[in-house]
């Protein structure tokens, strides 16, 4: 390929009559400076959205049968590789033109067009006929005329059109661009919606038009004047002026979409966040409420994240103009505010440390202002927390091993502040050895707990006239608190426990196909509480300081023999398993604080737990036989069937679970007798749409229904259902008077491509009523997100006081790119 130079000098007479002439390239040559830099203009977003820095010189190569070829990959060395059918060289006029599906390739940017030309007189550069261009990111703008100056600085497009890489679009009339950062587009439109592929001419789903649509490329800002924002076509909100981040932008300082909700204690309240992009790993959120009933709500939260962790920071506060709304309850103040925080750092690859954190000047504000939890309508369906945690903790993650410590202090939302623990420290550490110890596997754990109780807590497990109250913090005769009417949830004063427990397994696998697996372990517990003598205690436990020492070795013996059947329609395991476990008594069974192990219940996912209390403050004691069958059948076709059967005998010893403690757990749980209840399960999967599920309790002598639950769930394509059904007997002994039967159920259905109904509802079968449910129906596409749901629920409080029946509804709306609104509306009732 020929080097040519670009003609500077005078040309001779010859020459000139053949000044203007037209050259058929059948050849690639290169040009090194006949074309100045401002070709380069076409690789700039000639419309401001990007910038890229001129180049020093430009190549081009010429091709007569051009064709569409891939970009080359980008390359920042200054050259530019044009091809088309013909170039033109008017000398005369100083002009160069490339005529006949011209294509620039330019560090990483493309330029398909008719015909581009050069004018060095005027320094502009002119493309014109089916102008595409694709710049490095895979931004794409169209255009039917491009005019620009070699500076970059100014220039015009007719009938554009530009798609971004992260399918946002925008197209105007005409877009002029001056003093090289303002790019006005006449008659603009912007939308993040795809065209509709049947119909590309067909309004997207929504548009915002302007008559002016300004980019700022230094502030990365798009102004819109004149706007309306139009769904499918039909005008919806009108907008004199609006702005917001060019789609380039991730982070920017600026107005967010307003919230509106309304709840009777405040009224009508309007937020209007403010972001504030500080700096690249930190930002601050103002987002005032202003109320109609309490005036301003102050709200901000702070986040930063740093080279080994994040946190962030949130505060409330209002000075209430109506604070009799609240007469008689916690918010009967002037000033209530809140701050809740949480963080987490990696101190290395294994090791992190964190803390959350609530403060709230009293226990009613979140709820009061529907804030945290509260704010979302939909988490009211489930229960709601009854207290937050405030904790720092440290937590650990080896191959083998497991550690953890915290501090945790507990935030009553229900008004019993002196009736929650503060934990410091509760402390967890786990290792299971990675060699054999004597042929099996060895592991070992601790844990080290540390709370203390300023008022005792009771509950009552009796509804009968004149005994309920006696349970209660005002009680006029505490005294009266004994275990036939309350149950000591929560002990007064300090109470310290450290336990060490090793354990030690291993299985094998005889000629006849039974697997044994031996086991052992020992347990060992000190224990030091220091009781205050309330009111009511006495009955239940000795005041005053006590250490104590217990001990729980324990060996075992597990037997399987699977049993496999194969069928040309599937395979088929059953499986007898027998467990048996011998270890002393239970030391001081009932006579301890139970802090950690107050729930149990008894099913086939414990049957052969070797200690079925769930925490460390009571230990299973005593001889125990753990017997059931397990069945499997895997079908060929698909889908399977599993069965579990089993019962638990008390072999000899002390019965824990007879053992009636501080909140009598494990005495209604149908392992208090010698033979306990039979359990059984069954799980059905017929293929992947369908799963059934049951779990049920029966007594062992007269087989009636402790406990059962039903369950079933269905996927499809286009909806799905979930259905459960719960019986569960009377336990008087744990304040369950009497038999409590419901059901569950919740659905989705997706009425069309981007519509889906939903809803839930809970039917108490013993009272005969839906006392709570939620309906809601939302469109979601690529582009756009509209949600509305309706709820029922019910807020507890303490003391007497009946729950509170709860009506909310929350609207969603968003728009990608430009930002989402909800609105949300409650009412309560009592």
């Not at 203009?41 to 820095?53: C, E, K, P, Q």
């Amino acid at each position: 390929m020929a080097a040519i130079a670009a003609p500077r000098r005078r040309l001779p007479a010859c020459e000139r009559r053949a000044s203007r002439r037209r050259r058929r390239i059948g050849m690639s040559v290169i040009l090194t400076s006949l074309v100045p830099a401002a070709l380069g203009l076409l690789t700039t977003a000639s419309l401001g959205i990007v910038t890229i820095t001129p180049a020093a010189a430009q190549s081009f190569a010429f091709n007569p049968h051009p064709t569409k070829p891939k970009p080359p990959p980008a390359q920042n060395n200054g050259q530019m590789l044009v091809q088309a059918t013909e170039l033109d060289y008017d000398y005369n006029n100083s002009r160069v033109s490339a005529v006949g599906n011209v294509q620039i390739f330019y560090n990483g940017t493309s330029v398909e067009a008719d015909k581009v030309i050069y004018d060095q007189k005027t320094k502009r550069l002119h493309a014109e006929g089916n102008i595409r261009m694709t710049d490095a990111d895979g931004k794409i703008t169209y255009a039917n005329i491009l005019d620009l100056s070699d500076d970059y600085r100014d220039g015009f497009v007719d009938s554009l059109r530009v798609d971004t890489a992260d399918a946002t679009r925008m197209a105007a009339s005409r877009a002029d661009r001056t003093k090289g950062n303002y790019t006005v587009f006449e008659n603009g439109v912007y939308t993040a919606c795809a065209p509709c592929r049947e119909d590309p001419k067909k309004p997207p789903l929504w548009q915002v038009k302007g008559a002016r649509i300004i980019h700022d490329q230094t502030e990365k800002m798009l102004y819109f004047e004149d706007a309306r924002l139009e769904f499918y076509g039909v005008p919806l909100a009108y907008m004199p002026f609006f702005s917001t981040p060019d789609p380039t932008v991730k982070r920017k300082s600026g107005f967010l979409m307003p919230y509106v909700t309304s709840y009777s204690p405040f009224g009508v309240g309007v937020e209007v966040p403010y972001y504030f992009a500080l700096a690249p790993n930190y930002d601050l959120t103002l987002s005032p409420r202003f109320t109609t009933r309490q005036g301003v709500l102050v709200q901000g939260e702070f986040r930063q994240r740093l080279l080994d962790g994040a946190y962030q920071i949130r505060a409330y506060g209002i000075d209430q103009l109506d604070q009799k709304v609240f007469a008689g309850q916690p918010g009967d103040r002037q000033f209530r505010g809140g701050v809740d925080t949480q963080g987490q750092f990696a101190l290395n690859d294994k090791w992190v440390w964190g803390w959350d954190g609530v403060l709230v000047s009293d226990y009613y504000f979140f709820s009061d202002y529907r804030l945290k939890q509260y704010s979302d309508p939909l988490q009211s369906f489930l229960s709601l927390p009854t207290e937050a945690i405030s904790q720092l903790y440290l937590t650990g993650v080896g191959n083998r091993s497991y550690f953890d410590a915290r501090a945790i202090h507990y935030l009553s939302f229900s008004g019993n502040q002196s009736q929650v623990p503060i934990v410091a420290p509760v402390i967890d550490y786990s290792n299971v050895i990675n060699h054999s110890v004597i042929g099996g596997e060895f592991s070992y754990k601790f844990n080290f707990t540390n709370l203390t109780r300023d008022q005792a807590q009771f509950d009552p497990i009796s509804t009968l006239a004149n005994t309920s109250f006696l349970c209660l913090p005002t009680s006029a005769d505490p005294m009266a608190r004994t275990p036939n009417n309350c149950l000591l949830r929560g002990v007064p004063g300090t109470y310290t426990r450290l336990t060490a427990e090793a354990q030690w397994r291993k299985s094998f696998t005889d000629s006849f196909g039974q697997i044994w697996t031996p086991f052992a372990s020992l347990r060992a517990d000190a224990i030091n509480a220091d009781i205050s003598n309330q009111p009511g205690v006495s009955n239940f436990l000795q005041p005053g300081n006590a250490s104590t020492v217990r001990f729980m070795p324990a060996v075992g013996l597990e037997y399987r023999y699977p049993f496999i059947n194969v069928q040309p329609w599937g395979t088929t395991t059953i499986e007898p398993i027998a467990q048996v476990i011998i270890r002393p008594n239970e030391s001081y069974a009932g006579k301890l604080p139970n802090e950690d192990a107050q729930s149990l219940v008894f099913d086939t996912t414990n049957l052969f737990s070797v200690d079925k209390f769930s925490g460390y403050d009571r230990v299973e004691g005593g001889g125990r036989a753990n017997v059931g069958v397990k069945a499997t059948t895997q079908f060929d076709q698909g889908g399977s069937i599993n069965f579990l059967f089993g019962q638990s005998y008390h072999l000899f010893g002390l019965n824990s679970f007879a053992v009636a403690d501080l909140t009598n757990t494990g005495v209604d749980s149908g392992l208090q007798r010698k033979q306990s209840d039979y359990v059984t399960s069954i799980n059905y999967s017929p293929n992947s749409i369908f799963t059934f599920s049951t779990r049920a309790r029966f007594d062992d002598a007269t087989l009636t229904v402790q406990r059962f639950e039903a369950e079933g769930r269905a996927s499809f394509s286009r909806w799905s259902a979930s259905v459960l059904y719960g019986d569960y007997a009377a336990q008087p002994d744990l304040g369950y008077l009497t038999r409590r039967r419901g059901i569950l159920g919740s659905g989705s259905v997706k009425i069309a491509s981007n519509w889906v109904v939903q809803g839930a509802a809970r039917w108490d079968l013993e009272s005969n009523e839906i006392n709570q449910y939620t309906v809601g129906a939302g469109y979601v596409d690529d582009c756009f997100v509209l949600g509305l749901n309706y709820v029922t629920s019910y807020t507890y409080s303490a003391g007497s006081t009946p729950p509170q029946l709860n009506h909310s509804f929350m609207l969603q709306l968003g728009l990608r790119t430009l930002g989402q609104t909800r609105g949300g509306n409650g009412a309560g009732v009592r």
